[in-house]
């Protein structure tokens, strides 16, 4: 068997439902973080798929876009990260429940 | 002359408004004087103003003032016509002497100005109401008699009886005025108008049998109320709370009679209904009897007048209901006379005594109140219908008219003649409390006659009801019945109008009632003569039986009270407190309480976990596009 | 018109605010004299506009009309006719006196002055507006000064009955909001371009099912203003908590507004639906009557009485508009501007009595008429002129509206007269036990008489009610060719045959000497 | 004709010059506050002037730039402008903040201006991959703004919320454009919305999967409910001087980018999504005025209400392209007047404090007058009274909504304003009325105002009061600030 787009696509879904399940369920705000850019490299994955099923280049470049911007969210992000639990033991992100209702 | 009849009016009505303003300045005499003056040149003018109707050359006449509610038929529009003139008359005259009287008897009332203010304010009043050309402007006059008598008998407003006399007698009246108001409404309806002439002039092409009746039975609500008569009767005991002159003038002469007016203006709908008339009938002829026997037991010496009063209307309203519309005009006058007489006279008995109102507390004033002693005699006789006094010949046109209709109104017939003998009884025995035994009065009283300024009015009442009832005999030669052919053309319309039966019947009638008169006089005399306080049975100590009931006015007041008032409190709160509190403006506090309520159930929502949050964002993710493939799908 | 007098009539007042604030705070004693002044200078205009009106016109006059956001059909379009015009003249003349009766607040006068200023500009523009837009806008907006009317110069209980005014009177507006919005698509639908002007909105063609909802739109709003039954109870908070001068406005002039609206727009708008649901609205209005009536006789606080009574006037106002006859509305319309004097009148005097007693509690008082002879007299005569007495000016409103009312639900009519009984019931007891019997407490024996001021301010009312009592000729004259046309629009645009005209009434009787 | 057009990205130009200069020289000498606001100051200016000759060129004629990456066209000048005097308001309020940072004063002036540009870039993209790149510059520049100030925890658990969420978002967005790529085979706009036009697709899901998964993204950005859960806490957790402008900024930008989307790429399917925008407007009309009802710290209830806003505006949206006008209308107005409420709790709870209970308002009518005066008009024109823009603002939006058919949305959102009268009214009632008495009045004396910060609330309020009496001259012009 051949395989088509489609399984790209479904491998790609299903990658970005386990990164939004691994944001759901993990508390430590790294591996948090880590799913997001699961995610986001599962729409990496569509975006090669569809660019290479249509011969569009678009597809192809956006990835690179993409990865730039995950990574300037890595930088951001961690910077935060650090400024916020430098004084914590743990990285659960449930400590962080000051502000509510 | 006609054509500035609002003069009539004018004249008190400027009298009360400038001493509104002026009154208390100018104090006594003067305030008074000019009182009396308005009101007597309003006399002297319509004296004037009916003398074609003396010579019998007159003619109705509509004399339009301005517009007031056109939208309605009922403008500032005056009737001159012999009814309206007999009334103007009445109220005029008796008026002024009452006026004069009173200069008398406030002497030394710290609010003396204002008395007088409200006296011609009154008779203001009362003429707009006899003067009106449309039930419109009757109505004003109606209501405002029902204001000024507010006024006058809370007029000492310190006495908390006098005040619930006062608010009592109002709502009393107004309660007869819903029926007269839905009256009208129903006269607009069938009529299109309220004006008079439209509607009183051969009503029949407008308005069936049935229809008449409901309007005519609505309209005898509202003159039950005002004039005392059953269910709403219960007001006017209460209103002699009031000075006496209010009570002569407001409750004896004038104000009280106006249903009587009223129901003879509107003769020619009454005549549509057999029915409604013989209710008047049968109303006035009970509470002629009813009131006549609360009367035999009271102590207070106007009360008895009050309940003589409720039982003489009784007499007007049978006149009118057996189609006796002149003999109930008629007994309407005289009894004007004669129970302002009786009425000034307890006055002068009062005052002689320091305000003392007991009848206990009397008796044996005969010798030292010579001349109000006199008039007194005059009055009673009047009153219990002894020729050839004004009584006599009013109240017996009346019984014989009734007797004549036959049928059921010969039972009313009875029941009259019953009321006659009461009457005399009770009036002889009032005679006897104040005038004559032996005197009963508090230690350092001593009674005086009362001064020129009163007696004369009394003097001046007495020839009235000596004489006038000579204006009305059923002989013929020189005393032909003048005022049943002065008033007649206000009645052409009427076709059903009762006449004094011809032949004997008459005569046998009169010597009947008049027998009844004297064996009640005998009766109160073998009674009552040289009587002493503690053995006259209604003030013995111990009541008995009927006696207690009737004492108490067959507790009417009582029933009232407990059946009406009480459970109309009640009934307030629990909508007031519990109901519009609890129920409405609660419903509304829940919803706003509601509102914050769920806001607040929502809060905790609001975790604070980041985790939560994805999820809550994620679950809107997963229902945004089940929505959008659904669609997409479908 | 060679000047814009009613937009001057709108925008002088709220101008007049801007100056009594900009007033120096060294000289309080400008403040009143300013404000009084320029309250008189509006009631002058209303006066022009009243004498200048022509009788012979059913239509609007003075109308004003500029575009303003004309790409929304919003206009700036201003215009009288015999209905707003005496609630036009009612609320000039109720504010110059307003302002008289309050000069004894101290605190923020200035901004109290200001504020009564706004709230005369915004009622004026109420009355005046032929746009419905602008209509909403004033009426929305005046909630704001009421609300700090109420709530910063009011009484104990002030802060919740403020927010429970402002609140329940905005949810009513929200569905007219709606119900306008609404209506201008469907102009936007049949005229091609949208556009919120009455006069243009009166030639849509609306479905009848469609008329039911935006009739119940409007008439929650307007409903809630009067107020009918059961959306009445913001009222007697709102009324008793209210400084004097607030009492005397909104029971003045404020609830009008829903009357007017139910008048001006259910009627006009909605012909249809007004007929269908007339009996519906006139029950609504008989059970206020009694209700108000029944729940005033056991009220312990006199202006909380008051207040109830209102809802009872009210409800013949909204009974003689739904009884679709000439007479029965031009009684509706009359009745608003008697309510307006004879009601204000009464809070007028209990503020006297209030700020000399510093309590509203009936049973605080008693024979008091020993002590205040003249207060007594002028309390017991607007009693008599509330309780509708012949003569006065209640009366002939209540008489047209029975009268004319019956012919079209004659059991409510009647239902209706009881309430002129129930009237006399509360109002005589309660003068009853304030001003009656013997003088006991310390309190009242050291009351004293209403001074010249006090005087001053209730002897126009006075003359008023007496003029419209014996001569209401001049007033009616002027509603009555309005409400001919109103009927005469209902009748050709749904063939309802209105039961009683003008035209149907005769007045001849005997022959008349002229 | 080229396809570079200098004018298209002036203002971002503009902008970024400016980020550059602050930070070189920042690095290097100790430049003066003074220096600092005169630079931002100047290349925010350049940035207006520029955005204002970018309608004035695109009012002609509006054209794609860049090979369909950015469009030059009225809507994208109108949101350079707007989106530029905001950030200049923004900064005068936040001057005292800046004030405070010391060192990292030129840091957050940079941040704040970056921000900007990635919001003007988001009202202009054409094409996903630029939106995209809009999008995270806006944001990532805001996560670090919202934890910017280092005093309070809250303010860093604000940015770590604010992160993870936004980023969550962000793949959410981008998995949308995704979608709508594998559906259309094409990322830019105008190309999606050709190609939508041209060919009608046997099956939609894909491409309509992707147009939501797109809405949740703005909407997130929006703080439209059930997407606002990060706002209260964000908004509140930063420092007041900064969370008026994080608020107003994410939502004028945002609102323009999913204006732009919906009404033209995705415009054939209207009837497809606006439903289901109007189903998000209603959620977040209701929950954002119910919760706020139940706040007691003014900052969370100005989120949630600003939650309930970002409601009504979408309810412009359902009318599609005859919405947009309005939607611009009430987004601009409503911007300026949350900036200026945010400003005076900046005031009265510091300009780097991060809670403001409502028991601090009581009585500050009579400690700070101009204040209270200004906040209390602020809190009438949010609930839409009448005279204030708020109100007209409303009366758009309802009646395009009706128009378009959504009377049940307007319905929901009339009787919701009514509720929000509630808290609206209760600041009014706290400042004025004083129910506590004066007792904590007397606590808190009378709180200082910078002349920055004067001048911005003045001109906030004269704003909001003037285009709620006269606002023709706005609406001409957001009636022409349409997408090409």
Redesign the interface.
Same mark, same amino acid.
């Given at each position: 068997m051949d395989v088509t787009a489609g399984w790209y696509l479904a491998l790609g879904a299903a990658l970005f439902v386990i990164g939004a399940s691994g944001m759901l369920l993990r508390r430590n705000a790294l591996v948090m973080f880590m799913s997001i850019e699961l995610m986001l490299n599962a729409v990496n994955l569509n975006f090669v798929v569809i660019g290479r099923h249509t011969g569009d280049l678009n597809g192809q470049v956006a990835v690179f876009f993409v990865m730039v911007v995950a990574a300037a969210e890595v930088v951001v992000g961690l910077a935060i990260m650090i400024a916020v639990f430098r004084r914590r033991a743990s990285a659960s992100v449930d400590d962080l429940a000051t502000l509510k209702g | 002359m006609?054509?500035y009849i609002w003069i009539i009016i004018a004249l008190p009505l400027t009298g009360a408004v400038f001493l509104h303003f002026f009154g208390t300045r100018m104090g006594e005499p003067a305030a008074g004087a000019v009182a009396s003056a308005t009101i007597g040149l309003s006399f002297l003018y319509a004296l004037a103003a009916a003398a074609d109707f003396f010579t019998g050359s007159g003619e *109705?006449?509509?004399?339009?003032l301005?517009?007031?509610?056109?939208?309605?038929?009922?403008?500032a529009?005056l009737?001159w016509d012999p009814l309206s003139a007999v009334m103007t008359l009445t109220v005029t005259g008796v008026g002024t002497l009452i006026h004069v009287y009173s200069i008398g008897y406030m002497h030394g009332d710290p609010r003396y100005g204002r008395f007088f203010t409200n006296l011609n304010f009154f008779a203001a009043s009362m003429l707009i109401l006899v003067l009106a050309?449309?039930f419109?402007l009757l109505?004003?006059g109606?209501?405002?008699v029902g204001?000024s008598s507010?006024m006058l008998i %809370?007029f000492w407003?310190?006495r908390?009886s006098? *005040?619930?006399a006062g608010?009592k007698a109002?709502?009393v009246n107004?309660?007869g005025?819903?029926g007269f108001? @839905?009256g009208?409404?129903?006269i607009?309806?069938n009529f299109?108008?309220l004006?008079?002439?439209?509607v009183l002039?051969n009503p029949a092409r407008f308005v069936t049998a049935g229809t008449a009746t409901a309007i005519t039975l609505l309209l005898l609500l509202g003159a039950v109320g005002k004039s005392a008569q059953i269910p709403l009767f219960f007001w006017l005991p209460d209103a002699m709370e009031g000075p006496t002159p209010v009570s002569a003038l407001i409750h004896a002469a004038t104000m009280v009679t106006a249903g009587v007016y009223m129901v003879a203006r509107t003769a020619s709908l009454f005549e549509l209904s057999s029915f409604s008339a013989g209710t008047v009938a049968t109303i006035g002829a009970f509470t002629a009897l009813f009131a006549a026997t609360i009367a035999l037991t009271q102590r207070d010496i106007k009360r008895v007048l009050a309940y003589s009063t409720i039982s003489q209307l009784g007499y007007m309203f049978l006149a009118v209901g057996s189609g006796a519309y002149i003999a109930g005009i008629f007994h309407l006058v005289t009894h004007a006379f004669f129970k302002a007489l009786l009425f000034l006279g307890s006055g002068s008995v009062i005052h002689a005594l320091n305000d003392e109102q007991d009848m206990a507390k009397m008796g044996g004033l005969r010798k030292v109140m010579p001349v109000t002693h006199a008039t007194m005699v005059v009055g009673w006789l009047a009153i219990i219908g002894i020729p050839p006094l004004a009584g006599f010949w009013s109240k017996d046109e009346i019984l014989a008219i009734a007797f004549g209709e036959g049928g059921w109104f010969t039972f009313l017939w009875v029941i009259g003649l019953i009321t006659a003998l009461l009457t005399a009884v009770y009036m002889t025995r009032w005679m006897y409390l104040t005038f004559w035994g032996e005197s009963r009065w508090e230690d350092g009283v001593e009674p005086h006659e009362s001064p020129p300024i009163m007696t004369v009015p009394l003097i001046g009442l007495a020839v009235g009801g000596a004489f006038f009832g000579l204006l009305n005999t059923p002989f013929r030669g020189p005393l032909r019945p003048a005022f049943e052919h002065f008033l007649e053309p206000s009645f052409e319309g009427v076709i059903a109008m009762a006449h004094i039966p011809s032949g004997a019947t008459p005569w046998n009638l009169a010597t009947i009632s008049v027998v009844a008169a004297a064996l009640g006089a005998l009766f109160a005399y073998r009674r009552y003569r040289g009587a002493r306080a503690y053995e006259i049975p209604p003030f013995a100590s111990k009541r008995t039986g009927v006696w207690r009931w009737v004492g108490a006015g067959y507790y009417v007041d009582d029933i009232i009270g407990n059946l009406l008032v009480l459970p109309?409190?009640l009934? *307030? *709160?629990w909508?007031?407190?519990v109901f519009?509190n609890e129920v409405?403006?609660g419903s @509304?506090r829940a919803v706003?309480g509601g509102?914050?309520r769920?806001?607040?159930w929502?809060?905790?929502l609001?975790?604070?976990?980041?985790? %939560?949050?994805?999820?809550?964002?994620?679950?809107?993710?997963v229902g945004?596009?089940v929505?959008?493939?659904a669609?997409?799908?479908g | 018109m060679d000047f814009n007098v009613l937009s001057l009539l709108i925008w002088l007042p709220v101008a007049g605010a801007a100056i009594v604030i900009g007033l120096p705070r060294r000289r309080p004693e400008l403040v009143v004299p300013v404000a009084f002044a320029l309250s008189i200078l509006t009631l002058g205009l209303a006066g022009f506009v009243v004498v200048d009106f022509d009788l012979s016109n059913p239509g609007f006059q003075f109308v004003e009309k500029t575009a303003i956001w004309s790409d929304l059909g919003i206009d700036y379009n201003l215009g009288v006719d015999g209905i707003s015009l005496f609630l036009v003249a009612l609320t000039s003349f109720l504010f110059p006196i307003a302002i008289v009766a309050s000069v004894n607040i101290t605190d923020r006068r200035k901004e109290f002055m200001a504020t009564l200023l706004l709230l005369e500009g915004a009622l004026i523009g109420v009355f005046l507006s032929l746009d419905l837009i602008l209509f909403f806008v004033f009426f929305e907006v005046l909630l704001v000064p009421m609300y700090f009317l109420i709530g910063l110069w009011g009484g104990e209980r002030r802060l919740e009955a403020a927010l429970k005014f402002f609140l329940y009177t905005a949810l009513g507006s929200a569905f007219l909001l709606v119900g306008i919005i609404f209506l201008s698509a469907q102009a936007n639908d049949q005229f091609g371009s949208p556009t919120f002007n009455y006069l243009e909105l009166l030639n849509l063609d609306i479905s009848t099912t469609t008329q039911y909802w935006l009739f119940a739109a409007f008439g929650i709003a307007f409903a809630i203003k009067v107020p009918l039954f059961p959306f009445h109870t913001w009222l007697p908070d709102a009324h008793t908590e209210a400084p004097t001068a607030g009492s005397v406005i909104l029971a003045g002039v404020l609830l009008k507004m829903g009357t007017y609206g139910f008048l001006r727009f259910n009627l006009n708008l909605f012909p249809h639906a007004a007929v269908e649901l007339a009996g519906f609205l006139a029950a609504l209005a008989v059970v206020g009557i009694i209700y108000g009536a029944v729940v005033a006789i056991v009220q312990p606080d006199i202006k909380r009485l008051v207040a109830y009574s209102s809802v009872s006037h009210l409800g013949f106002v909204i009974l003689g508009i739904f009884a679709l006859t000439s007479q029965g509305v031009s009684g509706g319309v009359i009745q608003m501007v008697n309510h307006g004097l004879t009601t204000g009148a009464l809070f007028l005097l209990v503020g006297m009595i209030y700020e000399r007693r510093h309590t509203r509690e009936i049973s605080a008082y008693g024979g008091i008429q020993k002590v205040m002879p003249l207060f007594a007299g002028f309390f017991l005569f607007t009693v008599f002129a509330s309780a509708g007495l012949p003569g006065l000016n209640g009366f002939v409103g209540e008489f047209l509206i029975l009268l004319g009312s019956y012919a079209r639900h004659p059991i409510l009519a009647i239902i209706a007269a009881v309430g002129v009984l129930l009237a006399a019931v509360y109002l005589l007891w309660a003068y009853e036990r304030v001003f009656t019997g013997e003088l006991d407490s310390d309190e009242n024996r050291a009351l004293t008489d209403i001074g010249v001021r006090e005087i001053g301010i209730l002897v126009p009312i006075v003359a008023l009610i007496i003029f419209l009592g014996v001569y209401p000729k001049p007033v009616l004259d002027r509603i009555e060719p309005a409400v001919e046309r109103v009927l005469d629009r209902i009748e050709d645009r749904t063939g309802f045959d209105s039961p009683l005209r003008i035209s149907d009434v005769t007045t001849d009787g005997v022959e008349v000497t002229p | 004709m080229t396809e570079i057009s200098y004018l298209a990205i002036g203002p971002v130009i503009a902008l970024t010059l400016g980020v550059v200069v602050i930070l070189m020289v920042e690095v290097s000498f100790k430049p003066s506050t003074s220096w600092l606001a005169a630079t931002a100051g100047s290349s925010l200016l350049g940035a207006f002037v520029l955005g204002v000759l970018q309608w004035a060129e695109a009012a002609e004629d509006p054209v794609i730039r860049f090979r369909g990456m950015l469009a030059l066209d009225p809507f994208a000048a109108f949101g350079a402008v707007v989106l530029t005097v905001l950030g200049a308001v923004a900064l005068l309020v936040a001057w005292p903040l800046v004030l405070q940072q010391g060192r990292r004063a030129a840091e957050f002036v940079a941040l704040v201006l970056l921000s900007l540009t990635g919001m003007i870039l988001m009202a202009a993209a054409a094409h996903f991959i630029m939106l995209f790149l809009a999008l995270e510059v806006a944001s990532i520049s805001l996560y670090v703004l919202a934890g910017f100030s280092r005093e309070t925890a809250e303010a860093g658990e604000a940015s770590v919320k604010y992160f993870l969420l936004g980023s969550f978002a962000s793949a959410i967005f981008l998995y949308g454009v995704a979608l709508s790529y594998a559906a259309t085979g094409s990322l830019s706009l105008y190309g999606t919305a050709a190609f939508l036009s041209e060919n009608l697709l046997l099956d939609s899901a894909a491409l309509l999967a992707g147009i939501g998964l797109l809405i949740v993204g703005l909407a997130f950005k929006v703080s439209a409910a059930p997407f606002h859960m990060w706002a209260p806490d964000v908004y509140q957790g930063a420092a007041s001087g900064v969370s008026g402008f994080m608020t107003a900024g994410a939502k004028i930008a945002g609102f323009a980018a999913l204006a732009r989307i919906a009404v033209t790429s995705y415009a054939p399917y209207i009837s497809d999504w606006a439903p289901a925008v109007g189903v998000i407007a209603a959620i977040s009309i209701v929950v954002g005025t119910l919760l706020a009802i139940a706040q007691s710290d003014i900052k969370r209830m100005l989120a949630y209400s600003s939650v309930a806003h970002a409601g009504f505006i979408l309810t412009g949206l359902v009318a599609g392209l005859d919405g947009v006008p309005f939607i611009w209308f009430y987004v601009v107005t409503y911007a300026f007047q949350v900036l200026g409420a945010f400003a005076v709790v900046s005031v009265v709870s510091g300009p780097a404090g991060t809670r403001s209970p409502l028991t601090d308002y009581a009585g500050l009518a009579q400690r700070a007058p101009a204040l209270a005066g200004s906040l209390a008009l602020l809190m009438l024109s949010m609930a839409g009274i009448p005279l204030t823009a708020g109100f007209l603002s409303k009366l758009y939006v309802f009646r395009e909504a009706v128009d378009a058919g959504y009377l049940w949305l307007v319905l929901i959102g009339a009787v919701a304003s009514v509720a929000g009268l509630f808290f609206y009214l209760r600041v009014i009632v706290l400042m004025y009325m004083n129910p506590q008495g004066e007792q904590t009045a007397g606590a808190a004396g009378s709180p200082g105002v910078s002349d920055s910060l004067r001048i911005a609330l003045t001109g906030v309020a004269v704003v909001t009061l003037a285009f709620g009496i006269v606002p023709g001259p706005l609406l001409d012009v957001v009636t022409t600030a349409l997408p090409l």
């Open positions: - | 006609v054509d *109705a006449e509509a004399v339009h301005f517009d007031w509610i056109p939208a309605l038929g009922a403008n529009q009737l050309d449309n419109g109505f004003v109606w209501e405002l204001l507010y %809370s407003f310190t908390p006098a *005040a619930a608010k109002f709502i107004r309660v005025d819903v108001l @839905v009208l409404m129903l607009l309806a299109n108008t004006t008079y002439g439209a002039e109309g409190k009934v *307030a *709160a909508t007031a407190f519009d409405i403006d @509304v706003g509102v914050r769920i806001g607040g929502l809060r905790p609001q975790t604070g976990f980041v985790r %939560s949050y994805a999820a809550v964002t994620f679950a809107g993710v945004l596009l929505w959008f493939v669609r997409g799908v | - | -």
